[in-house]
Structures are given as C-alpha cells and as structure tokens.
C-alpha cells in the first residue's frame, strides 16, 4: 500500500507557473505508474498526465498538452507536475494517483489504486 501526499497547489495569475509534488510512502514508488487528475468546481474528476516507473514514458490530455509537464524522481518517492502558461480554466483540486503495474500509462480514473487528498490550484483572470 502506498500513502500520497500532494502540495505545492496556490493562487497565481493567469500566465504564471506553479509546480505540485505529490511525496509517496514506501520504496514501492519506484514499481508504481502515476498520474495526475483534477476536478474544478461542478465537473467530473480528469485526466491530466501520467507517467510510467521507470519515468520513461509520458502523457498528457490536449488541455495541458505543451504547458505542463510530469516528472518523477524515484529516490525521493515523489512525482511532480510542472505547470506553465496557467489560464484560469485550469482551475481545480488536483490529484496525485498510483497504480501497481508501472510497466504502462493509464488515464482512466477507475485503474488507479491510490489517491492523494488534494490541492487547490486557483488561477485568476
């Protein structure tokens, strides 16, 4: 079992940057495939980006696709998502995820095995 712990999220201009970490217990880690989610206010829970273990394999939703970027780093237990270029449409809680076979990607919500409890992003106009 794996325990996800999300921050970074804040308030930032639309333009500015904001990058989220979200710190994994356990040295299973580096044996998970991770993704991000986010759900703003009245809307279902999305798809954002993943990653797999061994990090060597990305993906993004068109959103996001050239603005934000997902990177981990297996000796600190901890994925991130670099965001850029923030509009206020991306305006959300977002969610860290772990799933038990980190050989592929998944952006289906239903295949994660583990969630963080959040972090607000709110960008302003």
């Known amino acids: 079992q794996v325990q996800l712990v999300e921050s970074g999220g804040g308030l930032v201009q639309a333009g500015g940057s904001l990058r989220l970490s979200c710190a994994a217990s356990?040295?299973?880690?580096?044996?998970?495939?991770m993704g991000w989610f986010r759900q703003a206010p009245g809307k279902e829970r999305e798809f954002v980006s993943a990653?797999?273990?061994?990090?060597?394999?990305?993906h993004y939703a068109d959103s996001v696709k050239g603005r934000f970027t997902i990177s981990r780093d297996n000796a600190k237990y901890t994925v991130y998502l670099q965001m850029n270029s923030l509009k206020p449409e991306d305006t959300a809680v977002y969610y860290c995820?772990?799933?038990?076979?980190?050989?592929?990607?998944?952006?289906?919500?239903?295949?994660?095995?583990?969630w963080g409890q959040g972090t607000q992003v709110t960008v302003s106009s």
């Open positions: 356990g040295r299973t880690f580096r044996r998970y495939a």
């Open positions: 995820a772990a799933h038990q076979d980190g050989s592929s990607l998944y952006t289906s919500i239903q295949l994660y095995n583990y």
């Open positions: 990653i797999t273990a061994s990090g060597g394999v990305t």
